[in-house]
């Protein structure tokens, strides 16, 4: 299984930005797609999660409306549309895919190289 993660780069406060991310070798094990976030020194955070189908979706309360992840089953791709950023929002991006319902990175099994993000005011 592996990931590819793009559509990273600097912003403007307020702006958008669309995170893509491909993933190859689909297997049983790659059934929930989840976005996260690293911000210098702090900790990994839960962004979104959802399956192939967009049934399950999940979204960090804390960025409920400005971020939306959706996925296209027939192209193995995962999306993070992300709106009104702020210098907060400034971090490094990963995808990750697993077999578990979770906001817990953890939980999934293979990652992407990351993506940097930089919103600047």
């Known amino acids: 299984v592996q990931l590819q993660a793009s559509g990273g780069g600097q912003v403007q406060d307020g702006g958008s930005l669309r995170l893509s991310c491909a993933v190859s070798?689909?297997?049983?094990?790659?059934?929930?797609m989840g976005w996260f976030r690293q911000a210098p020194g702090k900790e990994r955070e839960f962004i979104a999660r959802?399956?192939?189908?967009?049934?399950?979706?999940e979204h960090a309360d804390s960025l409920k409306g400005r971020f939306t992840i959706s996925s296209d089953d027939a192209k193995s791709m995962v999306y993070l549309q992300m709106n009104s950023l702020n210098t907060e929002d400034t971090a490094v991006y990963y995808c990750?895919?697993?077999?578990?319902?979770?906001?817990?990175?953890?939980?999934?099994?293979?990652w992407g190289q990351g993506t940097l993000v930089t919103v600047s005011s």
């Open positions: 959802t399956d192939w189908n967009g049934n399950l979706m």
């Open positions: 070798g689909r297997t049983w094990e790659t059934t929930v």
């Open positions: 990750a895919v697993g077999s578990q319902y979770s906001a817990v990175a953890a939980h999934y099994d293979y």
